[in-house]
């Protein structure tokens, strides 16, 4: 099994920063891709941004300038740094990683979510 362990949320006022982290351990023969999304009552989850291995980025046009994402692959980790926090970035983050798993096949795993709440 894969296991997503994700920290970093909390509370901060608008035009802050967090730094959120998602470490990736279990049976991983390697990683495609790890990203974030993020979900607010009534609301689809949304992608946030993401990072392939290879480093080639995405990232949502509402966080575009604000928001940078990064990997350490030998740990297994990816972050997002988040700046120029505004209320509108409030919710529920998740971190997703795309996992080719020792045995074969390749698996989309979630963690269990951070609450990034930015107060006005």
């Known amino acids: 099994q894969v296991q997503l362990v994700e920290s970093g949320g909390g509370l901060v006022q608008a035009g802050g920063s967090l730094r959120l982290s998602c470490a990736a351990s279990g049976r991983i023969f390697s990683i495609n891709a790890m990203g974030w999304y993020r979900q607010t009552p009534g609301k689809q989850r949304e992608l946030v941004a993401r990072?392939?291995?290879?480093?080639?980025?995405n990232y949502a046009d509402s966080v575009k300038g604000r928001f940078t994402i990064s990997r350490d692959n030998a740990k297994n980790t990816v972050y997002l740094q988040m700046n120029s926090l505004k209320p509108e970035d409030t919710a529920v983050y998740y971190c997703n990683a795309e996992v080719v798993r020792i045995g074969g096949g390749t698996v989309h795993y979630w963690g269990q979510g951070t609450q990034v709440t930015v107060s006005s």
């Open positions: 990072i392939t291995w290879g480093g080639i980025t």
